[in-house]
């Protein structure tokens, strides 16, 4: 069956490096994704989102790339400091259209920020 | 506040006990989802409500669970009879639903089960 999945559990950054967060998904007609953000005892809040026609999008120091030929994305964070340490969910709302997002989630990875 | 919230925070519980955990959706979102969150695991789909429309009840692991949605706003995820393997966060999702336009969801803080 479909599955969204992150290569890294735990990804451990010195505070002002860029940290790379990596993602698997198997569903070839997945398109649209989202990146979340879920700090401890809160809930995911939504980071930045990317379609399937486009490769790359930015935020305020934040980037998703996609790879559609792997089945692959990434997101990126610019100098990274001790408030982004949380766990990063990528997420695959297939199907969107229509407003129905039957999100699969992927494990997540825990992003620890060393000061 | 504008939020999603849930209630309550923490639920410990008895084997065996009925609970009912509650979420109360941003204001005019249409769509509501419930999700659980097994440590070390993802977020597992449960049941998704829209509007007055039928409830997906799919993500659902058993008879135990339930959920209703009372006049479109406020949900309760009802789990009969739980079980040590129920304990986990439940969290509750809300969108506003606009057919071809990104449906971002906003989560509440979630309720820790504890089944002991």
């Known amino acids: 069956g479909e599955s969204v999945g992150l290569h890294l559990p735990t990804l451990s950054v010195q505070e002002g490096d860029n940290s790379i967060i990596n993602c698997a998904y198997s569903?070839?007609?997945?398109?649209?994704f989202i990146w979340y953000k879920q700090e401890s005892g809160k809930g995911p809040q939504f980071i930045i989102d990317i379609r399937s026609n486009m490769d790359k999008r930015q935020g305020q120091r934040v980037t998703v790339l996609l790879n559609k030929t792997v089945k692959h994305l990434s997101l990126q964070i610019a100098a990274t400091q001790p408030g982004d340490s949380a766990v990063y969910f990528c997420?695959?709302?297939?199907?969107?259209?229509?407003?129905?997002?039957?999100?699969?989630f992927g494990i997540g990875t825990k992003l620890q920020v060393i000061p | 506040g504008a939020g999603v919230s849930q209630s309550p925070s923490n639920k410990v519980t008895e084997k065996g006990k009925d609970v009912e955990l509650r979420c109360d959706p941003i204001s005019g979102h249409t769509a509501l989802y419930w999700y659980r969150q097994s440590l070390g695991q993802g977020l597992e789909f449960l049941i998704y409500?829209?509007?007055?429309?039928?409830?997906?009840k799919s993500g659902l692991p058993s008879d135990r669970f339930s959920a209703e949605r009372t006049g479109g706003s406020v949900s309760t995820l009802t789990i009969q009879r739980t079980q040590q393997e129920d304990s986990a966060v439940y969290l509750c999702a809300s969108s506003f639903t606009t057919s071809g336009l990104l449906n971002e969801q906003f989560f509440g803080p979630g309720t820790r089960l504890t089944v002991l």
């Open positions: 569903n070839s007609a997945s398109d649209y």
């Open positions: 409500f829209q509007g007055n429309s039928a409830p997906d």
């Open positions: 997420a695959d709302p297939y199907p969107w259209r229509g407003g129905y997002q039957k999100v699969t």
